[in-house]
């Protein structure tokens, strides 16, 4: 702002309205003639879009005060796919290819993708991108899915569950059952003529040989590998999400594993 008067020039305030602020070298001290002092106004855009607001300067001259149109547009970014959706089989991988096009906004945005289930992973390629303002940027988003084990291909249908504790019996009840009656269809050959104590140290044993196979047919599935399940037939939607500062953008991504 420049004095072209003929006297010095006083100022009362320097304000600004929308979204914009200001700084000035004029506040404070007289303007005198000929001189001149700086206003420095910043635009921050609370939303995209075409901003306005006003620059007003109260002071001692007689067309106080005088007022300055602002106008700003707030930089924004759209996110594109080539394809939205992938279709793979349980351990393959799937590449989705995403463009960013900014609209006036530059700086730099973080990606992120959630929703994928545990065997499924969901990386956007870079983490982060950084815009011009204008020019459109490319990027991927890699998903990877976890194969079935060949035994869990192999199981019937029925089968093909996770283990409900890795606490499986390693050998059935059913063998169990069997290996008691042989001991007592072998061992029962004149059993009924021993002495009484004899017969009742026989079944004490044979009890505990029972007990002690049981116990270790139980306890034998504690080191047994529970099967590896895989992904799981199904659709999954993964969220791809774009962000900065306060500006964020989501794009779904499908995924069908068979």
């Known amino acids: 702002m420049t004095n072209t008067g003929s006297a010095e020039i006083h100022f009362t305030s320097v304000t600004t309205t929308g979204d914009f602020s200001q700084t000035n070298t004029c506040a404070g001290s007289p303007l005198m003639i000929g001189q001149s002092c700086a206003i420095s106004v910043v635009f921050t855009p609370t939303a995209t879009g075409s901003r306005t607001g006003t620059l007003g300067i109260v002071d001692n001259t007689s067309n ?12 924004d970014f759209s996110l594109s796919a080539v394809s939205s959706s992938a279709t ?17 906004f530059s700086g730099t945005i973080a990606l992120t993708c959630t929703g994928a289930p545990s065997t499924v992973t969901c990386t956007p390629t870079p983490a982060a991108l950084t815009t011009d303002g204008t020019s459109p940027v490319s990027f991927a988003v890699n998903v990877t899915t976890q194969a079935h084990s060949a035994l869990f291909r192999q199981a ?22 069997w290996f008691i009656f042989l001991v007592l269809l072998l061992g029962g050959t004149g059993f009924s003529r021993r002495p009484v104590h004899v017969r009742v140290k026989s079944t004490c044993f044979l009890a505990l040989a029972s007990a002690v196979i049981f116990l270790a047919a139980c306890g034998g599935g504690a080191t047994t590998t529970p099967l590896n399940v895989g992904t ?3 659709t999954y939607t993964l969220v791809l999400t774009a962000k900065s500062g306060t500006l964020s953008h989501n794009m779904n991504l499908t995924l069908t594993v068979n």
């Open 156 to 177: 019937p249908e029925s089968l093909r569950r996770p283990p409900i504790s890795p606490m499986m019996p390693a050998i059935s009840l059913e063998t169990v059952a």
């Open 64 to 75: 106080s005060a005088q007022t300055v149109a602002l106008v700003g547009t707030g930089g």
């Open 232 to 234: 799981q037939k199904g």
């Open 88 to 104: 793979v089989t349980a351990g393959q991988p799937a590449t989705y290819d995403l463009q960013l096009s900014p609209t006036g």
